[in-house]
């Protein structure tokens, strides 16, 4: 993930999952346990799981249903009941924090690296999770590679588990296919910059009241949607195609970045991008429904182009720059951990096992009730019941990313009924990052971090949307980030890479 991709990755918040259980026999017990007739008839207590997570969608209306219907599953077969919190996305980091720093009832949440998950790690916030994975969480190690499942660990121990979902991205070009149809534009033959470059002259050309390319998001600059290195976080010492034995550099000095800020320029020049994109507030879905824009470069994943045409309402194509690839970024970006202050950890992590291995749950919390929110149209293939859309559904998260094992959810009628095969598949191929499970602790450098991100945030836009000539430009921002610390954070990054290589013998 590029610096430009983690200064905006804010935007992509989603979801925490809050939980709090007691306990059988004689372990702690809950002060929100209910009883419940067992198999045998007798009484047994249930753990109660508050269950929060952020919602783009906020509360549905029908959340209280759903939860009725989950708690039929999850008492009988982990016994289990959980309270559905949704927390709305915008309060989302700092409500967590608040939870956490409190010591409120928690037993699940998600973390990630948008809500600091190392600093959470660091602080004691969160339960290492080896030993709850090898007596409770089997299906959770059954469908996720252990690359994945290995690439949360801080110190040798694991404190996250990810979302069984895409888990890598290609480099990509996304555009409208009227406009491609009409002007005889090939996506199967773009492979290049100097090949979408050819794209956009022709747009240029004929279409004199579209803007040829866009930023993929608000915020974003060109190259938020180009990456080239894994950057390790924090994007302040990278590695240059995935490799580079390890050995950090400073992106901002590279001949590649220098090279991409040039071609930016030149397109800005020609005309090819929009003018005010540095200052732009109007996102790629609405430009381009509004018939102002034509493409954006964009991060591929299997069911890319369906998804945006979904949201664009036009029908979207894209080429695809590279091989997909993995990073730890792609993984820390979203997981679930179990907070320090869980009164039954073992109560969580057998309601997140469940979320990887039970199809029925995983549909009805990503879905809500058959008949009443969706209805089958095949084994697999859903849609919403007759008089029902999306704006009207009583429970529309439209989140199956989220809730554990989304090979397990049902697809919409319209999309491709392979797309998890598919999307295993894809990262299955994608090429890892040799650092790919490595987590810098920033703690040490963390005045240094904020110095240089605040310098970043100066420049990156108007460097990278082509409004200012990078000759003049660039020099200005590489003396302010070395007066601001940045070698000093990449050293201690390398330094902290060398132990972690050493240790996990990487090298």
């Given at each position: 993930m590029s610096k430009k991709a983690w200064l905006s990755i804010s935007l992509a918040i989603v979801m925490l999952l809050l939980s709090a259980c007691g306990s059988n026999g004689g372990e702690k017990k809950l002060g929100n346990d209910s009883e419940a007739k067992g198999p045998t008839g007798k009484s047994e207590k249930?753990?109660?799981?508050?269950?929060?997570?952020?919602?783009?969608?906020?509360?549905?209306p029908d959340m209280k249903a759903v939860e009725e219907e989950i708690n039929k599953i999850t008492k009988e077969k982990i016994n289990v009941s959980v309270n559905l919190m949704p927390i709305n996305?915008?309060?989302?980091?700092?409500?967590?924090?608040?939870?956490?720093?409190?010591?409120?009832k928690?037993?699940?949440?998600?973390?990630?690296?948008?809500?600091?998950?190392?600093?959470?790690?660091?602080?004691?916030?969160?339960?290492?999770?080896?030993?709850?994975?090898?007596?409770?969480?089997?299906?959770?190690?059954k469908a996720l590679d252990p690359v994945y499942l290995n690439a949360s660990k801080v110190g040798g121990k694991i404190y996250g588990v990810t979302p069984v979902r895409d888990l890598a991205a290609a480099n990509g070009f996304t555009m409208r296919k009227d406009l491609a149809d009409k002007y005889g534009i090939d996506a199967s033959a773009i492979r290049t910059l100097d090949d979408v470059e050819a794209a956009l002259k022709i747009i240029k050309k004929n279409e004199p009241n579209i803007t040829p390319l866009i930023p993929s998001g608000v915020g974003f600059s060109y190259l938020t949607g180009y990456s080239w290195y894994d950057g390790l976080n924090n994007g302040f010492g990278v590695l240059p195609n995935y490799d580079n034995e390890l050995q950090l550099v400073n992106s901002y000095e590279s001949p590649e970045y220098a090279a991409l800020l040039k071609r930016v320029r030149g397109w800005y020049e020609a005309g090819y991008l929009m003018k005010e994109a540095s200052t732009n507030k109007s996102s790629q879905i609405e430009l381009i429904k509004a018939d102002r824009a034509f493409g954006y470069l964009s991060k591929l994943k299997p069911g890319f182009d369906a998804q945006e045409?979904?949201?664009?309402?036009?029908?979207?194509?894209?080429?695809?720059?590279?091989?997909?690839?993995?990073?730890?970024?792609?993984?820390?970006?979203?997981?679930?951990?179990?907070?320090?202050?869980?009164?039954?950890p073992a109560a969580s992590m057998k309601f997140l096992d469940l979320l990887y291995g039970d199809a029925e749950l995983v549909n009805l919390i990503d879905w809500g009730i058959e008949g009443k929110h969706y209805?089958?149209?095949?084994?697999?293939?859903?849609?919403?019941?007759?008089?029902?859309?999306?704006?009207?559904?009583?429970?529309?998260?439209?989140?199956?990313w989220l809730f554990g094992n989304q090979f397990l959810a049902y697809v919409f009628e319209g999309e491709d009924p392979e797309i998890w095969q598919k999307t295993k598949e894809f990262n299955e191929q994608a090429v890892k990052s040799k650092a790919m499970g490595f987590t810098m602790d920033s703690e040490s450098v963390k005045t240094e971090i904020a110095a240089v991100s605040n310098v970043l945030s100066q420049y990156y836009l108007v460097l990278e949307t082509g409004a200012v000539d990078p000759?003049?430009?660039?020099?200005?921002?590489?003396?302010?980030?070395?007066?601001?610390?940045?070698?000093?954070?990449?050293?201690?990054?390398?330094?902290?890479?060398?132990?972690?290589?050493?240790?996990?013998?990487?090298?």
């Open positions: 249930i753990d109660v799981l508050n269950v929060a997570f952020l919602s783009v969608a906020g509360t549905p996305y915008g309060a989302y980091a700092q409500q967590v924090n608040l939870m956490l720093t409190s010591n409120e928690l037993d699940l949440i998600v973390v990630g690296s948008p809500f600091g998950y190392s600093s959470q790690v660091s602080r004691g916030q969160l339960l290492p999770l080896d030993e709850l994975l090898e007596e409770y969480g089997s299906n959770i190690r045409s979904r949201s664009i309402g036009k029908e979207m194509i894209s080429a695809t720059l590279s091989s997909p690839v993995s990073i730890t970024d792609d993984t820390l970006n979203i997981m679930w951990g179990i907070p320090r202050q869980a009164e039954n209805v089958k149209v095949s084994d697999n293939i859903i849609k919403y019941p007759e008089g029902v859309t999306m704006l009207t559904n009583g429970y529309n998260l439209n989140m199956s000759d003049k430009e660039l020099p200005k921002l590489i003396e302010k980030l070395k007066a601001a610390g940045i070698d000093k954070v990449i050293a201690e990054k390398q330094r902290q890479l060398d132990e972690w290589a050493k240790s996990e013998g990487v090298r």
